[in-house]
């Protein structure tokens, strides 16, 4: 991040200047490692510690937060506000004081995930982004209900979401392919860009935008890093060649945010071999919006789309206008999204159950505590 030194660079806007605790400075997180945020402010780029506190909704976090909140106390940094859930994540803007992140200021955005396995809690991926690059290669048969659910969690984010197909120097038919993903991905640009021969990455950085940021999502092995790369035009993030099965690998092992020449700010990010909804119903909305409007048009409210008569579903079907893979996907992704909505929700009134208790046990080990 060498030679940014103003925070208009990195996408700081005057009106969040109500938003900073007092006797604080903004800084940007462009990389969290372990507890320590990596950060750049205006006066260049450093580690520093975050107040624990900042981490409490992570699992296993509560316990941790009376001592974190004593150490940091002691050097006067006292935490400000609870803090987001997931913890402080990159393209957030954190409040410095004393040499500690001490706030995390209000995302705009954010591209959030459920932590993979059978858990209902949230990972933030990147918070504070304009847009979503959603990432996919022309080099193989077309993915269309890969790209439609990283479009979902997209539409979710409050970014603008932008579909971009690397390996186009591998595709032989670049227009047909580019048609077949514009399809499903309704109301969004979709850019084929080949990080070999040059072509389409004016296009990419004129979809974000100086001043402007952006997060890469998409599988491994589709050319995230290598586009990250070409669109830097020096090396930012180490490439692999992909397995003789045709399988990617990880090459990002940390999510990073890089500000390319023109401004544009990118995050790159590890692939994701498992991409679960996080309460994602809107976003669901939105990525299959012409189910949605058909199913809105049919005649009873609880219609199943099955065999019930007056079906608007079912007609586009018969009639051909509605592939019905999509029509699939989309009763899964929905009835997905519902479960972890659920979960959610039972996740956060267990939560609540352990806070109450621990803070009673906290009150009833006070030494002075008046004896009834």
Same mark, same amino acid.
Not at 198 to 211: K, N, R, S, T
Not at 215 to 225: H, I, L, N, R, Y
Not at 248 to 269: F, I, S
């Given at each position: 991040?060498?030679? *940014?030194?103003?925070?208009? =660079? ?20 462009? %990389? ?7 950060? +750049? ?9 975050? *107040? ?14 009376? +001592?974190? %909140?004593?150490? &940091? ?20 803007? #954190? ?11 209000? %995302? ?19 918070? $504070?982004?304009?847009? +979503?690059?959603?990432?996919? /290669? !022309? ?34 038919? *670049?227009?047909? &392919? ?10 969004? @640009? ?10 389409? !990455?004016?296009?990419?950085?004129? =979809? ?19 586009? &990250? $790369? ?43 071999? @498992?991409? =679960? !909804? ?13 189910? /949605? ?7 009873? %409210? ?5 065999? @019930?008569?007056?079906? &608007? #579903? ?53 030494? $002075?505590?008046?004896?009834?």
């Amino acid at each position: 991040m060498a030679g *940014v030194t103003h925070l208009a =660079a990195l996408g700081w806007t005057p009106d969040r200047a109500a938003e900073l605790p007092p006797d604080s400075r903004p800084a940007r997180v462009v %990389r969290v490692d372990r507890g320590w945020l990596r950060v +750049v402010s205006d006066d260049g780029e450093r580690s520093v510690p975050a *107040v624990a506190a900042l981490h409490e909704t992570a699992p296993g976090a509560v316990a941790r937060t009376t +001592v974190a %909140r004593t150490t &940091a106390a002691r050097s006067g940094a006292v935490l400000d506000r609870p803090g987001p859930p997931g913890g402080p994540a990159v393209g957030d803007w #954190v409040a410095l004081r004393a040499g500690w992140a001490v706030a995390v200021l209000p %995302r705009r955005s954010a591209f959030v995930r459920t932590v993979a396995g059978r858990t209902s809690a949230a990972q933030v991926v990147a918070a $504070n982004l304009d847009a +979503v690059l959603v990432v996919d /290669a !022309l080099a193989g048969p077309a993915r269309p209900r890969r790209v439609e659910r990283y479009l979902a969690v997209a539409w979710s984010s409050g970014a603008t979401p932008v579909v971009v197909l690397t390996k186009a120097d591998l595709c032989d038919d *670049v227009p047909a &392919a580019v048609a077949q993903v514009a399809e499903v991905a309704l109301g969004v @640009e979709v850019l084929p860009v080949s990080s070999v021969t040059g072509e389409g !990455l004016a296009a990419v950085a004129a =979809a974000v935008g100086p001043g402007r940021t952006a997060a890469m999502v998409g599988p491994s092995g589709v050319g995230k890093s290598s586009l &990250a $790369n070409a669109l830097a035009g020096v090396p930012v993030a180490p490439t692999r060649e992909i397995r003789a099965d045709g399988r990617g690998r990880h090459t990002t092992t940390a999510r990073e945010l890089h500000v390319l020449p023109g401004g544009v700010l990118l995050v790159d990010t590890p692939g994701m071999r @498992e991409l =679960a !909804l996080h309460d994602d119903a809107d976003g669901v909305a939105a990525a299959y919006a012409d189910v /949605a409007e058909l199913a809105a048009a049919c005649r009873f %409210r609880d219609c199943a789309h099955r065999t @019930e008569p007056g079906c &608007a #579903v079912a007609a586009a079907i018969d009639a051909g206008t509605l592939d019905p893979a999509r029509y699939v996907a989309w009763r899964k992704l929905e009835a997905e999204a519902h479960r972890q909505a659920l979960r959610s929700d039972a996740r956060a009134r267990a939560t609540e159950r352990a806070r109450v208790r621990a803070f009673t046990r906290a009150l009833r080990a006070q030494p $002075n505590r008046p004896r009834s």
